[in-house]
Each structure stands twice: as C-alpha cells, then as structure tokens.
C-alpha cells in the first residue's frame, strides 16, 4: 500500500530524513473545504479502507527498487534502507466513525506519528477517502428524494470509471442507503444484495412462441407439468378482451421471452415491458404469463421500465394491474412492484415526486457511480502540528486557510435533537458541558463572539489506529449502513434539505482562535 502515493511525497520525505527530521512528531487532518453538490454536508466513507492500508503500509524489496530507479541518483542509499524499514505502527489515527455525517472544514480523519510517515500517508489516504465520501454522499442525495419505501439498486458497473470505480461505487452508495446491486463481484466482496432483471436483447432474441423450450411447467402444489406457452396464449385474449386491445398488436417474440424466463425462473418471474409498445404489447403480454403462472400456484415478482414518460407510464401500469386483479380475482396482482431505469438522475426524483407516481423501484446507474454534479469531493490533508508547535498555512485565498494545533472535535446538539454546530477545540482544552453557556468563534465570523447553550455535547472523533493494529471494533457494511441514515435523520430540515439549505456552521473555541491570530500575526 505504501506506494500508492505521489512522487513528491517521497522526495520530502527524503528532505526530512536528510534534515534528521524524518522522526519529529507531527499531526496532519484530512477535511474537505466545501460542502458537495451545492448541499450542506457530506457522509464519510473509506475509513475502514484507509485503515486496512495502514495496517499494510509497508515498502517491500520490489517498491524500494523500484523507488531507487525513480529518485536522482545522488539519494543516498541509506535512505532506501530506511524507506525498507518503514511501517504505520508508531501512526495514531483518530477518526469520526464512518457513515457520520460530516461537514466542511471539520476532520473527518487525524494522523499522528512521525512526520516522514504522517507525510507519506497523504495522497493513500485522500485516495482511500474522496470518492468513497463522494459516492455515498450522492446516494445519500438519491436516498432522500426518494424517499424511505422506494428500493434503490445501484446499477453503474459499465459507467463506472473501471472496475475499481463499479466496486467502489457499489460498496459505498450501499452505505449512502442503496438497496442493492446489479454488480456481482460487489455482492460477493462486500455481501450487498445483488438484483437484476432481463435486458431488451433477450426478449428480442425470440421470434415466436416455437422457439420456447421447454415449455412445459409443473403446478408449484405438485402435479402434472402443463404447456405455460399455451396458458399464456389463453390468458393473452382474455386480458386484451378486458383491456380493449386486440391480441395481433402483442408481440409474440415477446411472449414468447416471457414464456420462456418464467418456466426458467417461476418464483422470480418478471417483465421487461417496453422493448416494442407498453400498452399494446409489453402489459398484455405481462399479464397473460403472471396470470398464467398464478394458475399454476406461482406469483410474478414486477416489471421494469426503461424508456418513456416513466411516471405516467407506472400511473397506467398500475391501473390494468388494478383491474385484471379485480377482475380474474387475484388480489395480489394489484401491487406488482414497478421498476424504472433509463439515465435516473436528482431530477428525474424531484420529478416523479412532483407528478406523482406508482414506482416500487428504481435502478440508478451513471449520475449515481460518476457523480456528474460534482465529480471530486476536494478532500485535502494538511499538517497542523509539528514538533509540538502548531502549523498554520496562511493563504490570500481565506477559504485554503488552515487551522493550527491538535484538536478535539464536538457536535452541538440543540433541545430537539438536531446537531446546530460542530465545535473545534485545542486537545488540551476541558470539554464543553450541556447547558453550558459557550463563546466561540464561528468559521465565516471570526470577528465576532457567538454565544451558545447546547442541549447535549458529543464527541466526534475515536481512535481507531494505534500501534500498528485497529484498535476499536469496525462496523459491518450493514452497520454502516444504518448508521448513515440515522446520522441524516438527526439532521433539522433546514440543513438536510438538497436545495439552498441552511448552511451549517463550524466553529472555534475562544482558545484556539487566538492561537490562530497569533499565528497569523507571526506570520506576516
């Protein structure tokens, strides 16, 4: 793992090994600087992955030769020895768990350790964490648009910037509050529910219904196997005698796809509808073999849509499964789960939400897994602590600022349960007590004096790294998972809403915001 980084990072650590500062102790944050896709907060993610990198974090004879092929020349071939030698077991990393939701300009992740180390670690871990915070941001988004009973399936594998992209993809908008995955390899790693239904190419790979085998199918009570084909042409004119639409407009290549995945896949039979004409075609041949299929004990598990106006079309879906149900007198044919896909994006959910809609579930691929709103998160990684003394980076820019010293961090809690503000303090500093009147300084105005009163003070961070071992329990992806809504369901309205919301704020004790004007004074 200890490769994965830049090049610049080892020739500064070659610098400070030079100096003989290669072992000062040091402390780094990694944050980001601006809330994505316009919003207010992000979740954070990759945590669990950085950690199994340090743990890893080691050069091996390969990478050490490989570096001396790379670096001048003249580096001195101790430096290699020492490079050899090297691991994370003297790092300490103090992090908020993972799933939290986090804001800007907060640390989401603190390193501490040697300061060759702390800075080799840099790029390895904004790698581990900037898309993986991104993405399950992003689903998070999709996850509150759409509310708590739509099914979200994650499907971007093959617009996912290469297969490490689809797996992070998969795993990480898993924890944003996806439900599953089309992605098999990520169901396999990380244990996500894989789903899929069929593509158009299958049911335009049939021609008629001659081409079906087998085509015979055994009542699920036992029995007698029986001609699905021939049930299903049965079925097809009582259905089109009630929808009013004549049998010839139903493709019977199409029939003849439902035909044959329905005696493959009996208990998990479900419906492509919009390969030729929804309403003529792809919903009376639907129903003819789910009602053939109930015949013979077994139930349809939903349809999907890929094209059209998919609002309206579930609207009109749901209506004739309404009525063959009322009508054939099979009740649970009423609530057969809709699917939709076809290029889903926020968009698309503040549509169906406007409009109004009968979808069950929808699969979201390339404005999920490629975040086109935004396609970095900006995580950054800066030293705020060297050698016991305090860093501050001082920039024109205010925003690229950075905040001195080791710190504590503190979420505010207000009477109803919502967080209000995120508190840094200098580690030394006593904690903040609930009910305790505070002055801070809040990030945007530091020129004035905030006065605060939470309700409940929690601490953000836990050390998860020490020694060279994970130190503190990981979650499960499940975990992780329930974790992250109940971390957004705790935020107010104002600051959980996706468009122009509230912005939260961040903010300083009195204490650390004169170490910061004292360094900025020294400074200039």
Known sequence: MAPLADLYQVSMAYGHWRAGRHRAPAAAELFFRRPPFRGSFALGAGLAEGLRGL?????????????????????????FDYLATLDASEVTVTAIPEGSVVFARVPFLQVKGPLLVVQLLET???????????????????????????????????RAQGPDGA?????????????CTSNILAGKLYGIPVRGTIAHSFVMSFRCLEEVQPRELPPRAGGDPMDLAALAVSWLQRVCDLLQTPPAKANQGELAAFVSYAVTFPCDFQGLLDTYCVRRSGLPNFCAVALALHQLGYRAIGVRLDSGD????????????????????????????????????????EEFRREGSEIDMIGIGTNLVTCPLQPSLGCVYKLVEVNGSPCLKLTEDEEKMT????????RLYDAAGHPFMDLMALEEEPSPSAGQELGIRVLGRLGETTKVIPSTVEPLHRTYFRDGQVCEPLPSLPEV??????????????????????????????????????????SH
């Open 55 to 79: 743990r890893a974090f080691r050069f091996s004879a390969a990478d050490v030769a490989y570096l001396r092929s790379v670096l001048p020349s003249t580096t001195d071939d101790a430096f």
């Open 124 to 158: 390895t871990l904004l790698c581990l964490v900037n898309y993986a915070s991104l993405v399950a941001t992003n689903a998070a988004r999709f996850r509150l648009l759409a509310g708590p009973d739509v099914k979200l399936m994650e499907m971007g594998l093959r």
């Open 167 to 179: 797996l992070s993809a998969s795993k990480y908008s898993y924890i944003g509050g996806f439900d």
């Open 310 to 349: 998919l609002a309206q079309q579930s609207k009109e879906i749901r209506r004739v499964f309404r009525a063959c149900g009322a009508h054939f007198q099979v009740p649970w044919f009423e609530t057969i789960p809709i699917a939709v896909s076809n290029d889903i994006s926020e968009q698309s959910l």
């Open 403 to 410: 905040i001195p010293g080791r710190k504590t961090i503190y």
């Open 481 to 522: 998972r329930t974790h992250a809504q109940v971390s957004l369901n705790l935020l107010s309205p104002a600051h959980r809403r996706l468009h122009e919301p509230q912005p939260y704020p961040v903010a300083m004790t009195e204490r650390l915001h004169r170490l910061f004007l004292e360094l900025r004074q020294g």
